[in-house]
T-cell receptor, first 116, second 110 residues
């Protein structure tokens, strides 16, 4: 148990569906992240939120829409996805990264997404 | 720009033998270095980190890593590998002047 909980663990959706991934952290952190992990590819940082404000959007297509209502919750809204979006989506949290924080990330177990 | 290289996609080791997973990095400023492990269909688990101080860092599950500033390396080591150590290992780095963590491509240990 890492203190970061992701739901659902598995999701299958069609290209016209709308679904959401949820992440909740119980570590008192102020930064939250979405990463995409595809087979045979490096981890891709998608979004970063610090104190509920989005500070990084790594050129992610608009069919992925993040939402961070507070420092403990992070959502990834999905709509009109493509089969190549099938991947493991990882949520992580940390203290806000600055010169005084070491900044290790704590990851959830991931949401395995399959787009048909 | 910062970057991490894990030169080996795969490392095979017999149980009981020493295990080494290699990592080199490039950052501006002082490096903050991390190792994570990922078991199948699971998230990444933090193993250990180097921020400052002793170059040999000890972490979870008997792992340790050695920071070498001159070679810009942070290799992960375990004196005696177990079958249960089979997993995907990621090295990560950020510079003291940066606010993002950069991950290597990962090394599969079998």
């Amino acid at each position: 148990e890492t203190g970061v909980t992701q739901t659902p663990r598995h999701l299958v959706m069609g290209m016209t569906n709308k679904k959401s991934l949820k992440c909740e952290q119980h570590l008192g952190h102020n930064a939250m992240y979405w990463y995409k992990q595809s087979a045979k590819k490096p981890l891709e940082l998608m979004f970063v939120y610090n104190f509920k404000e989005q500070t990084e959007n790594n050129s992610v297509p608009s069919r992925f829409s993040p939402e961070c209502p507070n420092s403990s919750h992070l959502f990834l809204h999905l709509h009109t996805l493509q089969p190549e979006d099938s991947a493991l989506y990882l949520c992580a949290s940390s203290q806000v990264l600055n010169r005084d924080s070491s900044g290790e990330l704590f990851f959830g177990e991931g949401s395995r997404l399959t787009v048909l | 720009a910062q970057s991490v290289a894990q030169p080996e996609d795969q490392v095979n080791v017999a149980e009981g033998n020493p295990l080494t997973v290699k990592c080199t990095y490039s950052v501006s400023g002082n490096p903050y270095l991390f190792w994570y492990v990922q078991y199948p269909n699971r998230g990444l688990q933090f193993l250990l980190k180097y921020i400052t101080g002793d170059n040999l860092v000890k972490g979870s599950y008997g792992f340790e890593a050695e920071f070498n500033k001159s070679q810009t390396s942070f290799h992960l080591k375990k004196p005696s590998a177990l079958v249960s150590d089979s997993a995907l290992y990621f090295c990560a780095v950020r510079g003291s002047n940066d606010y993002k963590l950069s991950f290597g491509a990962g090394t599969t240990v079998t």
